[in-house]
Protein backbone atom coordinates (compact mmCIF):
# COMPACT_ATOMS: atom_id res chain seq x y z
CA UNK A 1 0.00 0.00 0.00
CA UNK A 2 1.26 3.47 -1.02
CA UNK A 3 1.99 5.91 1.53
CA UNK A 4 1.64 9.43 1.20
CA UNK A 5 4.85 11.49 1.74
CA UNK A 6 5.40 13.42 5.05
CA UNK A 7 5.44 17.39 4.38
CA UNK A 8 9.06 18.16 4.19
CA UNK A 9 10.84 21.52 3.96
CA UNK A 10 14.78 21.63 3.43
CA UNK A 11 17.20 20.64 1.26
CA UNK A 12 19.62 17.25 0.66
CA UNK A 13 22.25 17.85 -1.57
CA UNK A 14 25.11 15.50 -2.89
CA UNK A 15 28.40 16.86 -4.83
CA UNK A 16 30.04 14.73 -6.49
CA UNK A 17 34.02 15.49 -6.02
CA UNK A 18 35.65 12.22 -7.31
CA UNK A 19 35.05 9.25 -9.98
CA UNK A 20 37.22 6.02 -9.62
CA UNK A 21 35.86 3.05 -11.91
CA UNK A 22 32.83 2.12 -11.00
CA UNK A 23 33.00 4.00 -7.89
CA UNK A 24 31.89 7.98 -6.88
CA UNK A 25 31.63 9.92 -3.95
CA UNK A 26 31.50 13.71 -2.79
CA UNK A 27 30.27 15.80 -0.24
CA UNK A 28 26.32 15.75 1.59
CA UNK A 29 24.66 18.07 3.30
CA UNK A 30 21.20 17.84 4.63
CA UNK A 31 18.98 20.70 6.28
CA UNK A 32 15.33 19.14 6.27
CA UNK A 33 12.71 19.88 8.61
CA UNK A 34 9.54 17.38 8.99
CA UNK A 35 6.37 16.98 10.87
CA UNK A 36 6.93 15.00 14.43
CA UNK A 37 3.85 13.90 14.68
CA UNK A 38 2.89 15.69 17.80
CA UNK A 39 1.83 19.13 15.86
CA UNK A 40 5.80 20.21 16.17
CA UNK A 41 8.50 19.85 13.66
CA UNK A 42 12.17 18.23 13.62
CA UNK A 43 15.10 19.47 11.96
CA UNK A 44 18.11 17.29 10.82
CA UNK A 45 21.27 18.79 9.59
CA UNK A 46 24.19 16.98 8.98
CA UNK A 47 27.31 17.26 6.72
CA UNK A 48 29.85 14.47 5.46
CA UNK A 49 30.41 12.27 2.86
CA UNK A 50 28.99 9.51 0.48
CA UNK A 51 29.86 7.13 -1.87
CA UNK A 52 28.04 4.80 -4.29
CA UNK A 53 29.10 2.11 -5.90
CA UNK A 54 28.46 0.05 -9.50
CA UNK A 55 27.24 -2.91 -7.35
CA UNK A 56 24.45 -1.31 -5.99
CA UNK A 57 25.40 -0.49 -2.93
CA UNK A 58 25.96 3.22 -0.80
CA UNK A 59 26.89 3.90 2.56
CA UNK A 60 27.12 7.73 3.78
CA UNK A 61 28.89 9.38 6.95
CA UNK A 62 28.10 12.71 8.86
CA UNK A 63 28.86 14.32 12.01
CA UNK A 64 25.16 12.75 13.01
CA UNK A 65 24.20 10.21 11.25
CA UNK A 66 25.72 7.67 9.11
CA UNK A 67 24.60 4.77 7.56
CA UNK A 68 24.57 2.15 4.20
CA UNK A 69 22.43 0.29 2.20
CA UNK A 70 21.74 -0.94 -1.06
CA UNK A 71 20.15 1.18 -4.33
CA UNK A 72 18.48 0.51 -7.82
CA UNK A 73 17.48 2.59 -10.60
CA UNK A 74 15.24 0.99 -13.17
CA UNK A 75 13.63 3.63 -15.22
CA UNK A 76 12.77 6.66 -13.70
CA UNK A 77 12.21 4.90 -10.31
CA UNK A 78 14.99 4.64 -7.65
CA UNK A 79 14.74 2.46 -4.88
CA UNK A 80 17.41 3.16 -1.67
CA UNK A 81 17.57 0.04 0.85
CA UNK A 82 18.83 1.43 4.11
CA UNK A 83 20.25 -1.51 5.86
CA UNK A 84 22.61 -0.31 8.24
CA UNK A 85 21.95 0.86 11.14
CA UNK A 86 19.28 -1.36 12.17
CA UNK A 87 17.23 1.04 13.74
CA UNK A 88 17.06 2.89 10.36
CA UNK A 89 16.17 -0.16 8.26
CA UNK A 90 13.96 1.31 5.67
CA UNK A 91 13.05 1.34 1.56
CA UNK A 92 12.71 4.58 0.20
CA UNK A 93 10.84 4.51 -3.45
CA UNK A 94 11.07 7.69 -5.39
CA UNK A 95 9.28 7.81 -8.96
CA UNK A 96 10.13 10.79 -11.23
CA UNK A 97 6.78 12.15 -12.88
Known amino acids: MPLTP ?3 T ?3 TLTQTNVDGSEASGTLTVDITVPDGMGGTNTV ?3 GTF ?3 GDGTWEQTGAIQ ?3 GTFTLVGNTLTVIVTSPAAAASTTIW ?3
Do not use: E, K
Open 6 to 8: PIA
Open 10 to 12: GTF
Open 45 to 47: MDT
Open 51 to 53: TVR
Open 66 to 68: QGS
Open 95 to 97: TRQ
